[in-house]
């Protein structure tokens, strides 16, 4: 087994000894069988000659082809080994998780098979030896590891173990029983795909079940998402939106013009439409852009047992919950209470018993900076939003509250 890194740049002659040029870079058949097809030789005058691995004779201190050989040219499902595959990201299939490659490992054909001297691509290596292999500092390194009685391993991984993200021409070719790549995180997923283009993208969500598409696209950022909600018809994004949480759903839909959300809108069942039109009506603030629906709220009557129920019935898809609202007869605001404090209380407490009534809370109009002090202040998850008769119009987390505040930081300094 050789390493790309350790035949690059090195000098290829004819069999004749006739010098011509530096080996560049290697060309590969992207298949199952990764096959050396072609060399890349750059000469003195910075020519290049890509010449067929049929011609290849030897590889050592040399390079050697064989004199008669001819020039070829990339052709279909032909990739570089520099340009889309070394420092390229990829997925570890096994490891379910997207990593570098730092090396390329070629392994010969054997004498058996009859085509000795074909080389094809075993694996990569991901780890710290294949940056010094490229380096030239590997052997250094191993005999200062070697000292200090560290082990030094390269991190191999097989070419069946992995899945090339990166292609030339913006192809992404996925093989559609690697399963595997469902396991992958879908912020991961977003965060390679953010810096590839739409079309890998839409090829990528293929292979991906509906539920996780949905979660991959929640988490790329907004110009991604309206250029891929484009290729999609109206019937298809609202099934996608059915499975991300109200609040993001609604987030998407904003980047929309007013009739294409209108459209959507007609695909959604009308509990999950009505919440999606209200958290859009809502959105004319910076504050009412951030909310959220996902609170509960319960009477001062209420028993501690009959919130817990409630709790069971109506929260289970929520993806946070940590303070329950007590409202008035009118649906006015007039107390709170956390999770501990309810599970201290005996079942048949009512909550007007142990609910904190000077309520911390905020308004559509709120400026983002003072309502997030006034939450590091009082050290709040998460706060009411009410309108001018304190009823509740949705709760705003800090989580979103502190990524709108760095994004809104971020913008005035571009500007």
Known sequence: MIYFSEIRSRKVYTEDQVYLGKLDDLIFL???????????????????????????KKINKKIIINKAFSTSTLQENELYVLKNLLDKQIIDIKGNKIIRVNDVALQEKGEEEKVKGTFYIAGVDVGLVGILRALGLEKSFRKLFKYLNISLKSEF????????????????????????????KAEDLADYLERTNVSNIRKLLKVLDEKQAADVISSLNVNLQVDLLKNYNFEKVA??????????????????????????????????KNKLQYLID???????????????????????????????????????????????ETEQLIGVFDLHELLIEDLDTPTYKF???DVIIVYLTSAIE??????????????????????????????????????????????
């Open 30 to 56: 992207a298949s199952v069988t990764p096959t050396i097809t072609k060399l890349v030789i750059n000469d003195l005058k910075n020519n290049v000659q890509i010449i067929p691995a049929l011609y290849l």
């Open 157 to 184: 991984l097989s070419w069946t173990d992995i899945q090339i993200l990166e292609l030339a021409r913006g192809s992404v070719k996925l093989k559609r029983d690697e399963l595997k790549l469902r396991k992958i």
């Open 239 to 272: 099934k996608l939106l059915l499975y991300l949480d109200s609040d993001d759903a609604a987030d998407i839909l904003l980047t929309l013009p007013q009739r294409k959300i209108k459209e959507i809108l007609s695909f959604f069942p009308e509990n999950k």
């Open 282 to 328: 809502m959105s004319i603030t910076q504050i009412g852009k951030l909310l959220t629906l996902e609170y509960l709220t319960v009477h001062p009557n209420d028993t501690v047992g009959e919130v817990i129920n409630l709790i069971k019935k109506n929260t289970g898809d929520y993806s946070y919950l940590n303070h329950i609202y007590v409202v008035s």
């Open 355 to 357: 609910m904190l009534q």
């Open 370 to 415: 003072l309502t997030l002090k006034k939450m590091l202040k009082y050290k709040l998850h998460s706060l009411p939003v009410v309108d001018n008769n304190k009823k509740i119009l949705g709760i705003i987390t800090i989580v979103d509250l502190i990524a709108a505040y760095l994004k809104e930081k971020h913008d005035l300094l571009i500007e």
